[in-house]
């Protein structure tokens, strides 16, 4: 792991998820910029002396010189954006399989040469993408791509938070202060945060592409240097059109991220803070309640399902998911095996520079009078 040392909310999220099914072990560590917390924080978890780097210079490098039985298979990156691309180029280059944090780099031109070194190595690279993890997510992909509903016309996603209702950041609170700040978030605040997950979450369900957008873009806090609050129109590539809302200034909320699906023939509608159910609308019929962990689910529903009915998955579990997927398909290709499309479905590199192109699209649109912008890779 490189970050996600003391103090750090999401690297315990990723070690929870990597540990919850038994296929991933913490096998080394650099957990921080700072050497000394970075050795201690290893320690806290376990890990040996030796196991404990102060720089993942000195990680990557080191671990590559051991033998393959002793060495560590992928690396997991849970720091900063600012901190994505280096550690993530260099694990590559070294022949490391990578796990990383989203947004995947701080520019497309980042992420692009990430995507280009993996078509050249044949590593694999898992960008973390949580909430295509969720089982009913998997079920609302299923319906749409068995053409269940017809040719998709309309979509629509929101994403509001309310913890950057105030200048939070001036408190000294870590969480808000790097990703508000661009030398260490990048070009955007909320829609680099959290409007990517929103627009990789509906390109994910219904399999299409984003191709073009037009971005109101605003900074509603005074005094703060990033947006905190977006409104995008969507173009997609089969003529849908769509909306997506993305506010962290939605004083009240928590993490209240809904997507709404309607095709020719019905729709489809799922809130992130109830998972476990996918609701299905028909113009002939009563609306459907789809369920987790039941036997009339997909087979990719089922695959990423771990409890019976009624007993519920979350954040964690659709996090793990994704852990599970990648590390399956790792240990498949280190036996040379051929993984399942089930163990495949994971976001990647690709998922990355898609996610990058958004955010710089939606910037450069909420920054001019241009109507619609393309969406450019």
């Known amino acids: 792991m490189i970050g996600g040392g003391k103090n750090a909310f999401i690297g315990a ?12 072990g913490l096998h080394c560590g650099a957990f921080s910029s700072n050497s000394v917390i970075s050795k201690e924080s290893g320690k806290a978890l376990f890990l040996p002396e030796s196991k404990c780097y102060g720089s993942y210079e000195e990680m990557i490098t080191t671990e590559s010189s051991l033998p393959i039985e002793q060495r560590m298979d992928f690396v997991s990156i849970v720091t900063p954006n600012f901190a994505h691309f280096a550690p993530a180029m260099m694990a590559l280059e070294y022949g490391f399989n990578v796990v990383i944090d989203k947004p ?38 299923f319906m749409v791509s068995d053409n269940q509903f017809g040719k998709i016309r309309k979509v629509m996603v929101e994403y509001p938070q309310g913890w950057l209702s105030t200048l939070t950041e001036k408190d000294g609170k870590k969480q808000a202060s790097w990703r508000t700040d661009p030398t260490k978030s990048g070009i955007s605040g909320c829609m680099g945060d959290i409007g990517t997950h929103a627009a990789q979450l509906a390109e994910y369900i219904t399999g299409l592409k984003i191709t073009k957008l037009c971005a109101d873009i ?10 905190d609050d977006g409104n995008v129109l969507l173009k ?8 997506l809302v993305a506010s962290q200034i939605a004083a009240g909320e928590e993490n209240s991220l809904k997507i709404k699906v309607y095709g020719e023939k019905g729709g489809l509608e799922w809130h992130q803070m109830e998972p476990n159910t996918l609701l299905v609308k028909w113009p002939d019929a009563p609306a459907q309640v789809y369920r987790a962990g039941n036997g009339y689910l997909s087979n990719s529903a089922q695959f990423n399902s771990r409890t019976p009915s009624g007993h519920p998955e979350g954040y964690l579990e659709a996090f793990a998911n994704l852990y599970r997927n990648f590390a399956m398909t790792l240990s498949c290709k280190l036996e040379e095996n051929e993984p399942t499309q089930e163990m495949l479905d994971f976001p990647s590199a690709d998922d990355g520079v898609r996610g990058m192109a958004f955010i710089e699209s939606v910037i450069a649109s909420g920054k001019s009078d241009q109507k619609w912008f393309d969406f450019k890779i």
Not at 13 to 24: E, K, S, T, Y
């Open 218 to 227: 605003n900074i509603v806090v005074e005094g703060r240097k990033l947006d």
């Open 104 to 141: 995947i780099t701080l520019s497309l031109d980042e992420a692009k040469q990430l995507q280009q070194k993996i078509k050249e190595t044949g590593l694999l690279l898992c960008l973390t993408h949580t909430y295509s993890g969720y089982p009913m997510v998997k079920q609302a992909r």
């Open 13 to 24: 999220i990723h070690r929870i998820a990597a540990n919850m099914d038994g296929l991933v």
């Open 236 to 243: 997609f590539d089969n003529g849908a059109n769509g909306i």
